[in-house]
């Protein structure tokens, strides 16, 4: 079983539409959770972090967390054609806190 | 100004050869990372150092060195390039090594190397 699992799509959605993006990982101890988008030929950004159980708004974005099922999702309100790109999901690992395992991307393309 | 930098950008060099990708961040941060991305897109952390000590140090072959002069800089040296060493290596740096907000780690632009 992979340490963080997301879904490699890509995953079409329509311009204005509601995107969701789901990873689940293996590791209980873990404390923190991240999305971060990266855009074909540049560097993974940090969108969102999450560090307790619910929900967390940012702008277009919300995070969520449930630490019982081991799942992470983010949420894009109104996507926008600039919101196509992989996103990749990250959780600290429970034995090494500055340890960050990747997922392998979900990659996002949104249709006009 | 940019906050996390690498240079080179790119790197093109022959099998056998030996190269050192530099990194530099003006955040102030405690800690700094190299990750590896491959043809697949998977990124995976190869090292990380706290204030120029070795935290993380991933099963990476020993032809990989990694350098910190001080806590703004990590540099990576790469003896003997293989085939399988291309990739995009990405330098990161967090405020610190512990949970939470700690933890958000920026990175750098990458350096794409190509081993031929």
């Known amino acids: 079983q992979k340490e963080v699992e997301q879904n490699s799509g890509p995953l079409s959605v329509p311009e204005g539409a509601i995107a969701s993006l789901n990873c689940t990982y293996s590791?209980?101890?873990?404390?923190?959770f991240f999305w971060y988008r990266q855009y074909s030929g540049k560097s993974p950004e940090l969108i969102m972090s999450?560090?307790?159980?619910g929900d967390k708004e940012d702008g277009r974005f919300t995070a969520q967390l449930n630490k019982a099922s081991q799942y992470v999702s983010l949420l894009i309100r109104d996507s926008q054609p600039s919101d196509s790109a992989t996103y990749l999901c990250?959780?600290?690992?429970?034995?090494?806190?500055?340890?960050?395992?990747f997922g392998s991307g979900t990659r996002l393309s949104i249709r006009p | 100004d940019t906050a996390v930098s690498q240079t080179p950008k790119y790197l093109v060099t022959q099998m056998g050869n030996d190269k050192s990708i530099k990194c530099e961040q003006n955040?102030?941060?405690?800690?700094m990372y190299w990750y590896k991305q491959d043809s697949k897109k998977f990124l995976k952390i190869m090292f990380s150092?706290?204030?120029?000590?070795?935290?993380i140090n991933e099963t990476v072959p020993n032809r990989f060195s990694p350098k910190s002069p001080d806590k703004a800089h990590l540099n990576l040296h790469i003896n003997s390039l293989e085939l399988g060493d291309s990739a995009v290596y990405f330098c990161?740096?967090?405020?610190?090594?512990?949970?939470?907000?700690?933890?958000?780690?920026?990175f750098g632009p990458g350096t794409r190397l190509t081993v031929l």
């Open positions: 999450i560090y307790s159980n």
């Open positions: 990161a740096s967090s405020r610190g090594g512990g949970t939470g907000p700690y933890n958000e780690q920026f």
């Open positions: 990250a959780v600290n690992s429970g034995s090494s806190a500055s340890k960050i395992i």
């Open positions: 955040l102030g941060h405690d800690t």
């Open positions: 150092y706290n204030n120029k000590e070795l935290i």
């Open positions: 590791d209980r101890g873990s404390q923190s």
